[in-house]
């Protein structure tokens, strides 16, 4: 977990303008004043630019001494504790998979549970034995392919020749490559871009230009029939925006659901569109959902890092099918049995002709590739990437009529311009509401790095183009009506088949006042349950874990399925503590457990959340922040329990009024009434 994410965010109250986020939204309150709304919202091009360079240094920096590239001894144990390093991990299958990669199970040495770490799936890591210097060469290079809380699996291009055997170490490498891309964004935007697609898209994202909508209102048929009205309201004034529209979608409120539908909206009228997010998983799954309406769409990547239900959609699988692939197939063959008759003949002019020949259809068959990939970019209405991905060789003379960004608000302002460069109108999806983008340089997150471009046009044009979704499909009324009324100026309302849905109206579950309860506050204050750091200085709380366990394990006796149960705690160190001891209990091996930040954008049947923080001193750190309880409570469907020491949180109002809500509307419960489960 990263204490730089420790953002304050202050909701102001709503002016009116029905259907937007609240009036004078988010305002990050930096400490030297440097991001006040004012400033950050109307930041001039050069301005960015210049603030933007040396930030991204910065995080550079900060990524590459989380991890041990640095080379010192100290830079090991700074990697331990930032997570970027696993130590003491054993091999224990071996096994070919993926396209040809091996694929490697590592677990550890010393428990059933792999220890507090930061990585997560896609990530790229070297592989070394256990106590290599740091500077050591890697047995191999990988990128992490699955995770569980007992083992971690990593793809190699080749399967490591030895080393295997003896106790081993992962290790997470910096990413330069997209620093590098984001100053080549830069530059390009110092420039000044008065030709290209975006030429005067920049003017309007910096406030030079003031956003244009057509005249008239858009009318469309709805190809998905179900379809709500702030939906609808919403894909109207996205078809009508000429420039920059920003879709506020709230938890649960089918942003994706309303991204696909403006698209295949766009390809009816022949709009040719770029389709980007921050994630792998969020492009995959758009690609998903616009495939089952036969879209043209190719989907840009590497086959490793794309899920395996859209790799038909993958360049690499489309180009293969094409004209002039087959044309450069043939070639190799050609190229194969010249280089067959290279070997045999010793005539120096037999020789030299062929060779002569060779470099032709070398050449020629690098023509006809790049033709292939062309052909199906060119043949696509809609091409789907990471942001960082729509700066690939490969689209360099390919405009869009839409640049679509999903997650936007989750995205660094920098890594969007890779993709917003290519076209002529954009529409940002998100909710500035929620996590922003995880930023590990202090220096660079309070220096304003962090702030997306959607909460700084959300806070320059408001509600002239931007549409909140206000129909949610997840929670019971209960559960949404807190974070509504927080953060929404209660504009969110609960669909009716979700509205009042309770955990026994699952199957083989049993009703009982535990089953019944939709929101329930168990109090740890007062039964000795005082937080702990560990070793790395992450915040524990040993007395919560118990109460947390001891409750899912209630739930799963009344018929719950553990797979419907997640519990979410903001401290990494409390995500190892829960998982080690629910595996002694082999029955709640398919509950997930995870860090709030690692489930943004995930749900499930019940939450259970374990806020850890339980001191004399009444500190919170970074509880806080609004937007943290907000992604964490906004996870549950029928049912979420708080488990926190309501007298440490209540020091800070914001979680008072949480407390009190919950107190109001719900169960309360000692964490006595846990103790010697
Ligand atoms: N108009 C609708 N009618 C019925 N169900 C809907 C409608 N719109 C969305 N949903 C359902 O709501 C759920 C969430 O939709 P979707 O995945 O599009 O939301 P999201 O806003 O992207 O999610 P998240 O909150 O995770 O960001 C899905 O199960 C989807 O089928």
Known sequence: MNSSTRNSVNNGGDGGGGGGVPRGPVRRIAMDGSWSKKKSSQISLQEFVFTMAPLIDMEKEAEISASVDSGSSSSLVASLKRGSTMLNLKCVDVQTG?????????????????????????????????????????????????????????????????????????????????????????????KGLQKGPAADLVHVLFGEKAPTVSKKDILFIPINSALDHSQKVAISKALSSKNVFLLHGPPGTGKTTTVVEIILQ???????????????????NIVERLVRHRVKLVRLGHPARLLPQVLESALDAKVLTG???????????????????????????????????????SKEERKRQQLAIADVIKGADVILTTLTGAS??????????????????????????????KGSRCILAGDHLQLPPTIQSVEAERKGLGRTLFERLAALYADDIMAMLTVQYRMHELIMNWSSRELYNSKIEAHPCVAAHKLYDLDNVNTSSLTESTLLIVDTAGCDMEEKKDEE????????????????????????????????????????????IRSKDNRLKEIEISTVDGFQGREKEAIIISMVRSNARKEVGFLSDQRRMNVAVTRARRQCCLICDTETVSSDSFLKRLIEYFEEHGEYLSASDYLNE
């Open 98 to 190: 993926l396209m040809g990669k091996t694929l490697i199970e590592f677990q550890f040495n010393k428990g059933d549970v792999l220890p507090a770490h930061k990585f997560g799936t896609l990530d790229v890591v070297l592989l070394k034995p256990n106590k290599a210097d740091v500077r050591s060469l890697p047995l191999g290079q990988g990128v992490v392919y699955h995770l569980k809380d007992s083992s971690i699996t990593v793809a190699f291009d080749d399967i490591p020749e030895n080393g295997l055997t003896s106790p081993l170490r992962l290790e997470k490498v910096a990413n330069e490559v997209t620093y590098r891309k984001m100053k080549d964004v830069l530059v390009q935007l110092s």
């Open 266 to 284: 766009e390809i009816k009228r022949g709009s040719k569109i770029l389709a980007c997010a921050a994630s792998n998983i969020a492009v995959d």
């Open 323 to 361: 004209d002039n692939s087959s044309l450069a197939n043939d070639i190799r063959k050609e190229m194969k049995s010249l280089n067959g008759k290279l070997l045999k003949t010793k005539d120096r002019n037999t020789r030299r002709d062929i060779k002569k020949e060779l470099r032709t259809l």
């Open 392 to 421: 690939s060789k490969k689209l360099e003379n390919t405009s869009f009529d839409l640049v679509v960004i999903d997650e936007a608000a989750q995205a660094l302002e920098v890594a969007c311009w890779m993709g917003l460069l």
């Open 537 to 580: 200085d992450s915040t524990m709380n040993e007395g919560e874990a118990d109460v947390a366990i001891a409750h899912a394990r209630r739930l799963t006796q009344s018929g719950v399925q553990p797979s419907d149960i997640g519990i979410i705690t903001p401290y990494a160190a409390q995500v190892v503590l829960l998982k080690m």
